[in-house]
């Protein structure tokens, strides 16, 4: 099966620096990349997604990149502020089967003013 | 209406109770998720519903049993659990589980369980 693995496990950054976070999946039937940000005492939120068949996506201040052939995606945050602060998750999936992702294990990232 | 709903916010029960927990959406999605997540681990997918159709059971012990009474609500109901079952249970929803473009799957905020 998939196995998604996600680094760093903790991001501390100041706040109007960029944040990376980093993915690499093993299937290389995965076409479905999204990223989903998670606060404290909520469910996950889709921030972003990325289809294998494009090798960039940005939305305002985040961006994903996809590399299939190294099978690594990632997502990065740029002028970052505290409001960012959340756990994010990376996550893989078939795009016809988008109901059985594979997630990560978790990127916490604290924002410091 | 963009969100999902899910109560009770948090749930307390003994080994030996039955309870359930629900959830709801009125964006028109036809795919209902549960998710089973503990603390600082990512949801663990449970059970999907596919237009009110079981789709998808991660063999998922049977003392917890989804409903979907209609494309709206999605039921969990729970029966002589552990323990270890206590959690962050998350329902999600998407317009469609397989069609590109509309598989985004849309979280609630979940339910607190604690079993004693």
């Known amino acids: 099966g998939e196995n998604v693995e996600q680094h760093p496990s903790t991001l501390s950054v100041q706040e109007g620096d960029s944040a990376v976070i980093k993915c690499t999946y093993s299937d290389s039937a995965s076409n479905y990349f999204p990223w989903y940000k998670q606060e404290l005492g909520k469910g996950p939120q889709l921030i972003i997604d990325i289809r294998s068949n494009v090798g960039e996506k940005k939305d305002q201040r985040i961006a994903v990149t996809l590399n299939k052939t190294a099978k690594h995606f990632s997502l990065h945050i740029t002028e970052t502020q505290p409001e960012d602060s959340a756990v994010y998750f990376c996550a893989a999936a078939v795009n016809t089967n988008a109901g059985k992702s594979t997630f990560g294990d978790g990127t916490t990232l604290t924002v410091k003013p | 209406d963009t969100e999902v709903t899910q109560t009770p916010k948090h749930l307390v029960m003994g080994m030996t109770n039955k309870k359930s927990l629900k959830c709801e959406q009125h964006m028109g999605h036809r795919a209902m998720y549960w998710y089973k997540q503990k603390a600082k681990k990512p949801p663990e997918l449970m059970f999907v519903y596919s237009y009110e159709k079981l789709s998808i059971n991660e063999s998922v012990p049977s003392r917890f049993s989804p409903e979907c009474p209609n494309s709206s609500l999605l039921n969990l109901h729970l029966h002589a659990l552990q323990p270890e079952d206590s959690a962050l249970y998350l329902c999600?929803?998407?317009?469609?589980?397989?069609?590109?473009?509309?598989?985004?799957?849309?979280f609630g905020p979940g339910t607190r369980l604690t079993v004693l």
């Open positions: 999600a929803s998407s317009q469609d589980m397989v069609v590109a473009g509309l598989n985004e799957q849309f």
